[in-house]
T-cell receptor, first 113, second 111 residues
Framework: ETGVTQTPRHLVMGMTNKKSLKCEQH?????MYWYKQSAKKPLELMFV???????ENNSVPSRFSPECPNSSHLFLHLHTLQPEDSALYLC????????????FGSGTRLTVV | SQQGEEDPQALSIQEGENATMNCSYK?????LQWYRQNSGRGLVHLIL?????REKHSGRLRVTLDTSKKSSSLLITASRAADTASYFC???????????FGQGTRLTINP
């Protein structure tokens, strides 16, 4: 365990479903991130939260909606997704701006059918 | 935007041999980080080297940084089957709280 826990590990959803991904960190970090990892593409940063405030939205479609109720929890709400959204979604946390490295969770493997 | 690019994209060696992976980046950095990812899992932070450092060691890992050439290398000595994974370099994008990753090197250690 890295100290960053993601649930569920696997998720299959239809294009009309609504689901949420959860991330929790017990490291006392103040910054949390969502990344998307698709096959044969570099990791794509989606959202950044610092002390619960969103500081970066990397032009992510509105069908992805993040929520950060406190510095330890991060959610990614999903609705009306497309098959091309199938990917590994990774959550990470860091101290401050991440100058000491990021700690990643194990990811949620999402399949949109 | 992609900041770091790893080379080679794939590397296959025999157990016990050394593995070297390279990373090139485009803009000025204050640090460069290496991560490992086992298949379908999250990334694990391996080592961070700051822009004023030239070399850093951690166990069987050795990282070098050449800021004049905007490049870094990761050397894994005496490789083991458990080292089979993808390895990524990452750099913080200046002025943004954003760690940008390359596409990675897929390393396979053959027994």
């Amino acid at each position: 365990e890295t100290g960053v826990t993601q649930t569920p590990r696997h998720l299959v959803m239809g294009m009309t479903n609504k689901k949420s991904l959860k991330c929790e960190q017990h490291l006392g970090h103040n910054a949390m991130y969502w990344y998307k990892q698709s096959a044969k593409k570099p990791l794509e940063l989606m959202f950044v939260y610092n002390f619960k405030e969103q500081t970066e939205n990397n032009s992510v479609p509105s069908r992805f909606s993040p929520e950060c109720p406190n510095s330890s929890h991060l959610f990614l709400h999903l609705h009306t997704l497309q098959p091309e959204d199938s990917a590994l979604y990774l959550c990470a946390s860091s101290e401050d701006r991440g100058d000491y490295g990021y700690t990643f969770g194990s990811g949620t493997r999402l399949t949109v059918v | 935007s992609q900041q770091g690019e790893e080379d080679p994209q794939a590397l296959s060696i025999q157990e016990g041999e050394n593995a070297t992976m390279n990373c090139s980046y485009k803009t000025s950095i204050n640090n460069l980080q290496w991560y490992r990812q086992n298949s379908g899992r999250g990334l694990v932070h391996l080592i961070l080297i700051r822009s004023n450092e030239r070399e850093k060691h951690s166990g069987r890992l050795r990282v070098t940084l050449d800021t004049s050439k905007k490049s870094s290398s990761l050397l894994i000595t005496a490789s083991r089957a458990a080292d089979t994974a993808s390895y990524f370099c990452a750099t913080p994008l200046q002025g943004a709280q954003k760690l940008v990753f390359g596409q990675g090197t897929r390393l396979t250690i053959n027994p």
